[in-house]
């Protein structure tokens, strides 16, 4: 997520089914889920299937020492990790209905021995059936810069990724987040040689990040070394003060261009905890709340639905974040976690192709 500090929708998201709930928590006491068929190394026809949210370092994953997500301790045993994260997996499913999870990793955490550990994070969502997309940050100070901290420790961590999970067809790998030190020819040069060192992992398996702040998906869907690749987009509503509805729908369509079969929103977000409605339907087909994000998240929502896209919350959890969809609850070693926007959590669920149009 980059550091900073619509007309209302004509269509309202359903609740998640309180089945989901079960289905979920039944599934914390199930055995690893089978393996999905081996990839074909193409991309489909659209990326509705990713339906997810982030999981997040309280320090926006930015860090100079090993990861630690919220609710989880460097110090636990890979056990007892596994055992948190498959509870917090879970709760998404429950309360979401995710089925998609995006986990932060860095030379810190993978090149040392928190390794042994975190890997039981990756494990505990695959073993669910998740999705699983792995991406590399950057560092702070002066290394927050939007480039590559140290190569010589960035090759060996993506050489110890891949080799773990190149065989887990749940795990998806994005080479850097927000890579906007490049210029796009830069970037793309930098995604073309991740390709060509990981050429055994197939490439509808990695997700290239577009350039800048991954702020537009243009220019690396132009590119034919990066063919055969999904793309993920970041969008957010505080990079303007007011846009109407119509206005952030035409934002976003311009930073995907004529890309959405390949593309994936792996962040977006707004305030969850400051008690905005989402759901409030327009009062005629003209009208546009007076509120930014109420705009925001209607129109990307509408048009993640309209175009089959996947989308993927930031975050999903993320202590003291006030876009933070979940909050942790219970205890600390037997975690589980609550919506702090239920009108949110709608709207992803619109955004993911559920739901129906108000008085339908």
Same mark, same amino acid.
């Given at each position: 997520m980059p550091?900073?500090?619509a007309?209302?929708?004509?269509? &309202?998201a359903? &609740?998640?089914?309180a @089945?989901?709930?079960?289905?979920?928590?039944?599934?914390?006491?199930?055995t690893?889920?089978?393996?999905?068929p081996a990839?074909?190394?193409?991309? @489909?026809?659209?990326t509705?299937q *990713?339906?997810?949210?982030n999981?997040a370092?309280p320090?926006?994953?930015?860090?100079?020492d090993?990861?630690?997500?919220? #609710?989880?301790s460097?110090?636990?045993?890979y056990?007892?990790t596994?055992?948190?994260?498959?509870?917090i997996?879970?709760a *998404?499913r429950a309360?979401?209905?995710a %089925?998609?999870v &995006?986990?932060?990793?860095?030379?810190?955490?993978?090149?040392?021995?928190?390794w042994k550990?975190?890997?039981?994070?990756i494990?505990?969502?695959?073993?669910q059936? *998740?999705?699983v997309? $792995?991406?590399?940050w950057?560092g702070t100070?002066?290394q927050k810069? #939007?480039?590559?901290d140290?190569?010589?420790?960035?090759w060996?961590m993506?050489?110890?990724? $891949?080799n773990?999970?190149?065989?887990?067809s749940?795990?998806y790998f994005?080479?850097m987040?927000e890579?906007?030190?490049?210029?796009?020819?830069e970037w793309a040069?930098i995604?073309a040689k991740?390709l060509?060192?990981?050429?055994?992992?197939?490439r509808? &398996?990695?997700?290239?990040?577009?350039a800048?702040?991954?702020?537009?998906?243009?220019? $690396?869907?132009?590119d034919p070394?990066?063919a055969g690749?999904?793309?993920?987009?970041?969008?957010y509503?505080?990079?303007k003060?007011y846009a109407t509805?119509d206005?952030w729908k035409?934002d976003?369509k311009e930073?995907?261009?004529?890309?959405?079969?390949?593309?994936?929103a792996?962040?977006? #977000?707004a305030?969850m905890?400051?008690g905005?409605n989402?759901?409030?339907p327009?009062p %005629?087909?003209?009208?546009?709340s007076?509120? %930014?994000?109420? %705009?925001?998240v209607?129109?990307?929502?509408?048009?993640f639905?309209e175009l089959?896209? #996947?989308?993927?919350y930031?975050?999903?959890?993320?202590?003291d974040?006030?876009?933070?969809?979940?909050?942790?609850t219970?205890?600390?070693?037997h975690?589980?976690l609550?919506t702090?926007?239920?009108?949110?959590a709608?709207?992803?669920?619109?955004?993911?192709?559920?739901g129906?149009?108000?008085?339908?």
């Open positions: 550091t900073t500090p007309r209302s929708s004509r269509v &309202r359903a &609740r998640i089914p @089945g989901l709930a079960a289905a979920a928590l039944t599934l914390l006491c199930a690893t889920a089978s393996a999905a990839p074909t190394g193409q991309v @489909g026809k659209d509705s *990713f339906k997810g949210v999981w370092d320090r926006d994953n930015f860090a100079d090993e990861l630690r997500l919220s #609710g989880l460097t110090t636990d045993s056990s007892r596994y055992a948190k994260s498959t509870r997996i879970a *998404f309360n979401l209905g %089925n998609t &995006r986990l932060p990793i860095n030379p810190y955490t993978v090149n040392g021995s928190y550990s975190y890997r039981a994070v494990d505990a969502a695959s073993d059936g *998740f999705k997309i $792995v991406s590399y950057e100070g002066a810069d #939007g480039f590559i140290d190569a010589s420790a960035y060996p993506w050489n110890t990724v $891949v773990a999970y190149k065989h887990d749940h795990v994005e080479p987040n890579p906007h030190g490049y210029t796009e020819t040069d995604a991740w060509d060192t990981y050429a055994t992992v197939p509808n &398996r990695v997700f290239v990040s577009g800048g702040y991954n702020d537009h998906v243009t220019s $690396v869907c132009a070394r990066l690749t999904y793309l993920s987009l970041h969008h509503g505080f990079w003060s509805y206005e035409s976003l930073r995907i261009g004529d890309c959405a079969g390949r593309t994936v792996d962040e977006f #977000g305030p905890t400051t905005l989402y759901d409030v327009a %005629n087909a003209d009208a546009t007076d509120n %930014n994000f109420i %705009n925001y209607q129109a990307v929502t509408d048009t639905r089959k896209m #996947g989308s993927v930031w975050p999903g959890l993320r202590t974040d006030t876009y933070s969809i979940q909050e942790l219970g205890p600390v070693n975690p589980w609550a702090t926007n239920r009108s949110g709608d709207r992803l669920a619109w955004g993911w192709g559920r129906s149009a108000v008085g339908s």
